[in-house]
């Protein structure tokens, strides 16, 4: 099946400082991916949706002047996390849209990246 | 879009047979119902997809009724691992999904 990874798995920051995570689709190309953000004990929240080559379009509520997003090519997304502070503490997921021998579209999903902000 | 419903949490044993309901009362014609499996610290990753009737994997049964308004996912005889939480979940417009909850299972020895 297709494969999306997520880099790094998990990252330690001072507050303040920025953090840049990446998601590549390794055998297709994507021209959308999404990032999500899972706080502990809860469910997936999307965040936004990035599109190759062109600007991301962010969920109600996320500040986009703070999480960054990046589509430059059709198998890398980045998510850079501006003056990241502890309350950005999270697990951070990115997803990619593809089929898979027989199957309808289906989501394929990064690793995740624990960031963990000091 | 389809609104989904499922059990917040479900207890077994190992080697039990465990099924999961998802309610989607307002599902779409044409939506099919994928179910994904999410381990701590992971990402979630596929399990199953139906738009009727049963299909079975290595992996699970799907039961979904002929009025498509919920599905079953079956888990037969399951083990310490598959310990997850499950997400039900109709297709998003161009890939966007939006999780519910999700069901958290604890196998237990």
């Known amino acids: 099946g297709a494969v999306v990874s997520q880099h790094p798995s998990w990252v330690i920051c001072k507050s303040g400082t920025s953090v840049k995570i990446e998601c590549r689709s390794l055998d297709f190309q994507a021209t959308t991916m999404f990032w999500y953000r899972q706080f502990p004990k809860q469910s997936l929240m999307l965040m936004a949706t990035?599109?190759?080559?062109?600007?991301?379009?962010?969920e109600q509520g996320v500040e986009k002047d703070k999480f960054l997003i990046n589509h430059a090519s059709l198998t890398l997304s980045t998510l850079t996390v501006t003056s990241a502070h502890p309350e950005d503490s999270s697990f951070y997921i990115c997803s990619a849209s593809g089929t898979s021998g027989d199957r309808d579209t289906e989501a394929f999903f990064g690793q995740g990246t624990r960031l963990t902000v000091v | 879009l389809a609104k989904t419903t499922q059990p917040i949490s479900m207890d077994s044993y190992e080697g039990q047979e465990v099924n999961i309901t998802c309610s989607h009362n307002?599902?779409?014609?044409?939506?099919?119902i994928t179910w994904y499996q999410q381990f701590p610290s992971q990402g979630p990753r596929f399990i199953i997809q139906?738009?009727?009737t049963k299909v079975t994997n290595e992996v699970a049964s799907l039961f979904i009724p002929a009025d498509r308004k919920s599905s079953t996912l079956s888990l037969p005889r399951v083990s310490l691992s598959d310990t997850a939480v499950y997400y039900c979940l109709p297709p998003g417009q161009g890939g966007k999904l939006i999780f519910g909850q999700g069901t958290e299972l604890s196998v237990k020895p």
């Open positions: 990035s599109n190759e080559g062109s600007k991301a379009t962010y």
């Open positions: 307002n599902i779409a014609t044409n939506d099919y």
């Open positions: 139906g738009y009727k």
